[in-house]
């Protein structure tokens, strides 16, 4: 993102990403739209000729709202915008964005992912090029012990998704 562009994202994101995208961006000239995630149409009318991104939560951290991925994916497609989701509530177990067309998936690896609570750090997936082209712009990298426990932490992680996606 450079300055002058926009974001539409969901008022209910988590807080961190709330922060972020109402606080830290605004200083550099990015600004964001905050709209109801539920309604795609809400979202596609807060598109602007400068809008980059459409970011979404599989599930609002804290509230559970659920979004219409697929509704989303299309507007994003439809506006050659990018589709940035966070599927931390949601795991990589219980919901694969990628699959439905999402261009990068955010993942906090301390939540499911990690297992054991026992890292703290992040995860962004997606293409080889996305990745490759954030990497190159940012040199964002993990250190050693966290990549070695993360691992070992999924290894684990699915009984207690699969226990809070139980009926």
Not at 98 to 108: E, F, K, P, R, Y
Request: proline share 7%; charged share 20%.
């Amino acid at each position: 993102l450079s300055s002058g562009d926009h974001i539409v994202a969901s008022p209910d994101v988590y807080g961190g990403t709330y922060g972020l995208l109402t606080e830290e961006l605004p200083r550099f000239g990015i600004e964001t739209t905050m709209t109801d995630m539920r309604d795609p149409a809400a979202y596609e009318a807060a598109i602007q000729p400068n809008t980059k991104i459409l970011y979404i939560e599989t599930l609002t951290n804290p509230v559970l709202k659920v979004c219409d991925i697929p509704a989303m994916v299309e507007i994003a497609k439809r506006h050659n915008l990018l589709c940035i989701i966070d599927n931390t509530f949601a795991s990589p177990w219980a919901c694969q964005p990628l699959s439905m067309g999402v261009d990068l998936v955010i993942h906090s690896t301390t939540k499911y992912l990690g297992g054991h609570s026992d890292i703290i750090g992040g995860a962004v997936v997606g293409s080889k090029e996305l990745i490759a082209e954030i990497s190159r712009a940012r040199c964002i990298w993990w250190k050693p012990r966290p990549s070695q426990l993360l691992p070992l932490g999924t290894r684990h992680a699915n009984t207690p998704c699969s226990n809070a996606c139980a009926e």
